[in-house]
C-alpha cells in the first residue's frame, strides 16, 4: 500500500470538488442543517465514541492539516455530528450509525485494531483500501456506501466552516467589480462566495 504523502495534490482535488459542490444550489437537507446548526438547535449527539473517533480520524486523513488548518481543527467530526443528530430521518440515522460500525469492524478484520488503538500507517493503509474499495473496484456494499457519505460530509462541513472559507478558500463577502478571466495567481485562492455575475 502506498502512504498518503500526496496530501497537497489531495488537496487541490478536495478544493476543485468543494467548487463544484458549492456552484449549486444547497440542497433542502444541507439549508436544514445549517439553518439548524446556526441558530443552536441542534439536538446534539447520535455518535458513540468509537464512532466520533473513527469519523474524527477519517476527517483528519481526508483533509489533514498542511499548510492550512485541517478538518478536526475547523470542528468537521463534531458538525458532521450534529448534522447526523438534527438533519438525518430516524432511518437515515440508523443507517448511517450501523454504516460506522461496519466501517470500525472492518478496520477490526483486515488490520486486526480497533480505531482509538489504530497508527497512522495502520489508518493510511486503511484509507488507501476505502479508496480502491469504493472508486476503483466500485463496490456498493454498506461499507463503500458509508465511507463514501462520510468524505462528502467531511468535504461539506469542511468548506462551509469558517476555517475552510477563509483560510482554504478566498471569503469576501462582497466583491469587488467583474473580473471575467484572471489568472489564479493573481486571485491567490478559490473564492468561497458564489459570484453573483
Known amino acids: 500500500m502506498h502512504s498518503l504523502d500526496h496530501s497537497q495534490s489531495r488537496r487541490t482535488l478536495?478544493?476543485?470538488?468543494?467548487?463544484?459542490?458549492?456552484?449549486?444550489?444547497?440542497?433542502?437537507?444541507?439549508?436544514?442543517?445549517?439553518?439548524?446548526?446556526?441558530?443552536?438547535?441542534?439536538?446534539?449527539?447520535?455518535?458513540?465514541?468509537?464512532?466520533?473517533?473513527?469519523?474524527?480520524?477519517?476527517?483528519?486523513?481526508?483533509?489533514?492539516?498542511?499548510?492550512?488548518?485541517?478538518?478536526?481543527?475547523?470542528?468537521?467530526?463534531?458538525?458532521i455530528d450534529q448534522l447526523a443528530a438534527s438533519v438525518f430521518s430516524q432511518t437515515h440515522q440508523t443507517s448511517f450509525l450501523q454504516g460506522l460500525d461496519a466501517l470500525n469492524q472492518s478496520l477490526n478484520s483486515r488490520f486486526k485494531v480497533n480505531i482509538e488503538a489504530a497508527s497512522g500507517a495502520t489508518l493510511n493503509d486503511f484509507i488507501m483500501w476505502l479508496e480502491q474499495h469504493v472508486y476503483v473496484d466500485k463496490q456498493k456494499d454498506q461499507v463503500a456506501t458509508t465511507y463514501r457519505e462520510v468524505k462528502e460530509l467531511v468535504v461539506f462541513a469542511y468548506y462551509t466552516s469558517e476555517i475552510g472559507a477563509s483560510k482554504e478558500l478566498h471569503y469576501q463577502a462582497v466583491p469587488g467589480k467583474y473580473q471575467g478571466c484572471l489568472p489564479l495567481e493573481q486571485v491567490g485562492k478559490t473564492w468561497a462566495t458564489p459570484n453573483p455575475y
Open 14 to 79: 478536495l478544493k476543485q470538488i468543494a467548487l463544484v459542490i458549492g456552484a449549486t444550489a444547497l440542497s433542502a437537507n444541507a439549508d436544514a442543517a445549517l439553518s439548524s446548526l446556526l441558530s443552536g438547535q441542534s439536538t446534539g449527539s447520535i455518535l458513540s465514541p468509537s464512532q466520533l473517533a473513527l469519523v474524527t480520524k477519517l476527517a483528519d486523513l481526508i483533509i489533514p492539516t498542511t499548510d492550512t488548518p485541517g478538518a478536526v481543527q475547523a470542528g468537521v467530526p463534531g458538525c
